[in-house]
């Protein structure tokens, strides 16, 4: 039996809520949200744009499930074990893993997230919720500094937007698809040792 | 005797070539170098399209001279003395402070030519000049590698990957006006403390 195939100018619409939400998330980064209408998207999507009305309420919605799902893989970390026991250096540095590890893992809702400007509620909600992560980093952070395992001489806030901007700067660059020549696991690696241990070889 | 003042509508055309830039430059920050038209430049600056082509010959020669202004600020680190003479790891540790010197004197140049996308010769000749001042940089640390001064157990692309990352997220969030908190010479401090020596205290 095989698979009803699509006309010649509109796709049939077979999307599930996931890969509609894909196919929207490469738009976005590519156009910038602001910048992709509904017409965009039914191009990219090969559907028509009541089809995709069929799905959601309009691309703020796209949007909201989008960052959301970015914002649920890194919430989701700090309810991991790791995150919460043991002393705060060690789960600090657990944290940082798996921060690289989800921005690998889940490449364009992180992107998209990194971009949003606050033009809109959801971008606006967005945001307070990408603050709200930061300054639970940043909580560890000062306890790791508390206990004496991690230097105090960098003014907390400074230091976490530094290592938060070399995590996300990885968005720039990193492709899963490139050859496999640096693994999630390799890049994960080189920013636990460079953040916690530094460049310079052991005096 | 006082200066003669503008009519109602146009301001009179007092624009140096550094002050126009300035302005350009704000504008193309703000809307992106696609997004930015003749007419939005003509507005922010209150004068004529006209009086604008006396000074250049379009928004292209805008964009060179402000990335030219980014990029001959950078290439002019790895000139200075303290760039040329020493210990690799020396080298490099003051290249990494004046990247940071650079990027927060000349924020909104720098933030452009990181901005740069690679649509016109121009966009693309930027591209190139700042992926050789990375290399040029990469060579630096592969040197202190080599010398043992640098750990090796970091590919070299990816370690400048990754301190190049976190110098330019920077432009994301430094303001030189914002109430003077943090200047630019203690986060250039931060960077150097990170990059070289970790957040961990010395075991």
Same mark, same amino acid.
Request: proline letters at 2%; zero cysteines.
């Given at each position: 039996?095989?698979? %009803? @195939? %699509?006309?010649?100018?509109? @796709?049939?619409?077979? *999307?599930? %809520?996931?890969?509609?939400?894909?196919?929207?998330?490469?738009?976005?980064?590519? =156009?910038? *949200?602001?910048?992709?209408?509904?017409?965009?998207?039914?191009?990219?999507?090969?559907?028509?744009?009541?089809?995709?009305?069929?799905?959601?309420?309009?691309?703020?919605?796209?949007? =909201?499930?989008?960052?959301? +799902?970015?914002?649920?893989?890194? &919430?989701?970390?700090?309810?991991?074990?790791?995150?919460?026991?043991? +002393?705060?250096?060690?789960?600090?540095?657990?944290?940082?893993?798996?921060?690289?590890?989800?921005?690998?893992?889940?490449?364009?809702?992180?992107?998209?997230?990194?971009?949003? +400007?606050? #033009?809109?509620?959801?971008? =606006?909600?967005?945001?307070?919720? @990408? +603050?709200?992560?930061?300054?639970?980093?940043?909580?560890?952070?000062?306890?790791?500094? $508390?206990?004496?395992?991690? =230097?105090?001489?960098?003014?907390?806030?400074?230091?976490?937007?530094?290592? &938060?901007?070399?995590? #996300?700067?990885?968005?720039?660059?990193?492709? %899963?698809?490139?050859?496999?020549?640096?693994?999630?696991?390799?890049? $994960?690696?080189?920013?636990?040792?460079?953040?916690?241990?530094?460049?310079?070889?052991?005096?």
């Amino acid at each position: 039996m095989s698979t %009803p @195939r %699509p006309g010649a100018g509109a @796709r049939r619409d077979t *999307y599930t %809520p996931d890969t509609l939400l894909a196919v929207a998330v490469t738009v976005f980064n590519e =156009r910038g *949200y602001d910048g992709t209408s509904m017409e965009h998207l039914s191009k990219a999507a090969g559907i028509s744009k009541s089809s995709i009305y069929h799905h959601v309420t309009g691309k703020e919605e796209l949007l =909201r499930r989008a960052v959301s +799902r970015a914002l649920d893989g890194l &919430f989701g970390i700090l309810d991991e074990q790791h995150a919460r026991v043991g +002393r705060a250096v060690e789960r600090l540095e657990y944290v940082t893993r798996r921060m690289v590890e989800v921005l690998t893992g889940e490449l364009p809702y992180v992107t998209l997230l990194l971009r949003v +400007r606050g #033009n809109t509620d959801t971008e =606006r909600w967005a945001m307070e919720r @990408r +603050r709200e992560f930061d300054h639970q980093v940043a909580e560890l952070l000062k306890a790791a500094a $508390a206990d004496g395992d991690v =230097r105090g001489d960098i003014e907390v806030r400074l230091a976490t937007r530094l290592v &938060f901007g070399m995590i #996300n700067s990885i968005v720039e660059w990193y492709r %899963p698809d490139s050859g496999g020549r640096l693994t999630d696991r390799e890049v $994960a690696d080189a920013v636990v040792e460079l953040v916690f241990g530094g460049l310079r070889e052991g005096v």
